[in-house]
């Protein structure tokens, strides 16, 4: 879909409204309201909540941990440590570095897009596939030796309407893997620093897959031997993660350089230019910004101990909450589906769940009787 043919006129009286008129105005959409603390006992890094039943939370800790939390009754359902399955049939090099230090952060955790699997991607080596479905089971599905050295992201596809699995690494390496039997399907070079995200996507019967890199490129795709079809630089040279809107027609991304400038922002892709520059975003020492997308209206940025907030069609902060404090200084940040509740990681090792009156709404039909998690809804 080319942007460029949409009504501007629309956007221009939006970005002419005054902030706290837009504010007021979506003060009951956003979850901005602090209902719940989850102590994770380790430090966040990466948190998803499953596509269908909204209030299971997966979380991710630098410490290798890989939960299941229930929201509507505060209970952790289900919890792995990091652990090889197959330590003999791992790489020499994964050994060796087991063998100095037998623990792995976890760099990024997902649901499958029907919530039956979940990918962790870690920081050493490998990457493991869990089966779900419902309670406090996590079966080991597969476990694969992605990249040499850490493994940065990981995502789900439907090329050739087959569930796969795709993962970046700091061997500066692109991977496709079947999701069912683990075999590899494509490896994509080209890079010249350490893959930092990956983010698939399709438009009509097009798979691709955009690759960000620590040297602040951008290269695309497809699912073939043919070699990257873009090559772009991010704003700022950043290490940069992308995201497209729900309905999938409007492409962003948010990056944090060495320098600590931190770059918000629509891309044009017809061109590859960016479209639209968020303002609002501090300058930082240490950590990379992370954001999200909800109801194809909103951006959320975790930045400077607050999550901050932005109407897709108006550049300034439209509002920031602190969540009643003790957020990291650069929280991750997760919606859920519907956008009614979104969960922040938190200084002291905990997640910090937010909710809008629908969400509450949601929490307060739940809490009061026991859950049946295995139920999706």
Not at 112 to 135: E, F
Request: charged share 20%; hydrophobic share 35%.
């Amino acid at each position: 879909m080319d942007y460029q043919t949409a009504d501007s006129s629309i956007s221009d009286q939006v970005n002419n409204l005054p902030l706290n008129l837009l504010s007021l105005a979506y003060s009951d959409d956003l979850p901005n309201t602090a209902v719940m603390t989850l102590n994770q006992g380790s430090l966040v890094k990466t948190l998803d909540f499953h596509p269908l039943n909204q209030i299971l939370l997966l979380v991710g800790t630098n410490m290798g941990d890989v939960m299941v939390w229930d929201i509507g009754s505060g209970q952790r359902i289900a919890h792995r440590n990091f652990k090889v399955w197959e330590l003999g049939v791992c790489s020499v090099a994964l050994q060796a570095s087991l063998s100095n230090e037998y623990t792995a952060s976890v760099n990024r955790v997902v649901w499958s897009p029907d919530g039956t699997l979940c990918g962790v991607a870690y920081s050493k080596h490998i990457v493991h596939i869990y089966s779900y479905h419902g309670g406090d089971n996590l079966i080991n599905h597969l476990e694969i030796e992605a990249h040499a050295g850490s493994v940065n992201d990981l995502a789900f596809s439907y090329p050739n309407r087959r569930l796969c699995v795709v993962t970046c690494g700091e061997d500066r390496v692109i991977k496709v893997w079947d999701a069912v039997t683990g075999a590899k399907q494509f490896t994509f070079e080209g890079h010249e620093a350490p893959v930092y995200s990956v983010c698939p996507h399709h438009k009509e019967n097009i798979q691709y897959i955009f690759s960000t890199s620590t040297d602040g490129k951008i290269k695309a795709w497809l699912y073939d031997n043919m070699g990257s079809r873009v090559d772009y630089d991010t704003p700022g040279l950043s290490s940069t993660t992308m995201s497209y809107s729900a309905d999938g027609t409007r492409l962003f991304s948010c990056g944090t350089n060495k320098e600590g400038e931190s770059f918000l922002v629509e891309w044009n892709e017809i061109n590859g230019t960016v479209k639209h520059t968020y303002h609002g975003l501090g300058k930082r020492s240490v950590g990379v910004v992370q954001f999200d997308t909800t109801k194809n209206r909103f951006l959320a940025a975790g930045d400077e101990f607050m999550v901050k907030f932005w109407d897709m069609d108006n550049t300034s902060l439209l509002t920031s909450v602190d969540a009643d404090g003790g957020l990291s200084a650069s929280p991750c940040i997760r919606f859920n589906k519907d956008g009614t509740l979104l969960a922040i990681s938190t200084s002291d090792n905990g997640v910090k769940i937010l909710a809008n009156a629908e969400g509450i709404r949601l929490l307060r039909t739940v809490e009061n009787r026991s859950v049946d998690a295995s139920r999706v809804e």
